[in-house]
């Protein structure tokens, strides 16, 4: 079992910025990969980025690409979301997730995570 909290959400205005925190308990986190993903009103989930295990690589969807930067603390156990340059488009709640042990592959498919946070919320002013 993995549990997972996400903090760090608000309001905040366009051009501004935000960090997301996912602090993960459970089964060992440090040979798990984690996403991100978000869910505006009306739309479906949708992937943000994800990190490996080791912090070695990442992954981004285009329209976060160089403003969205995602990292983590193993010694913590946790994950971030920093966001830069916000849009009113980023609106949504944001949901970290955990990949199954040992995964190897960064995927950008919900359903290949297997453990999800409550979301935290992120509104972008214009």
């Known amino acids: 079992q993995v549990q997972l909290v996400e903090s760090g959400g608000g309001l905040v205005q366009a051009g501004g910025s935000l960090r997301l925190s996912c602090a993960a308990s459970?089964?060992?986190?440090?040979?798990?990969?984690m996403g991100w993903f978000r869910q505006a009103p009306g739309k479906e989930r949708e992937f943000v980025g994800a990190?490996?295990?080791?912090?070695?690589?990442?992954m981004y969807a285009d329209s976060v690409k160089g403003r969205f930067t995602i990292s983590r603390d193993s010694a913590k156990n946790t994950v971030y979301l920093q966001m830069n340059s916000l849009k009113p488009e980023d609106t949504a709640v944001y949901y970290c997730?955990?990949?199954?042990?040992?995964?190897?592959?960064?995927?950008?498919?919900?359903?290949?995570?297997?453990?999800w946070g409550q979301g935290t919320q992120v509104t972008v002013s214009s």
């Open positions: 997730a955990a990949a199954p042990h040992g995964s190897i592959w960064l995927t950008g498919r919900s359903n290949d995570y297997d453990y």
């Open positions: 459970g089964r060992t986190f440090i040979s798990t990969n």
């Open positions: 990190i490996s295990w080791s912090g070695g690589s990442t």
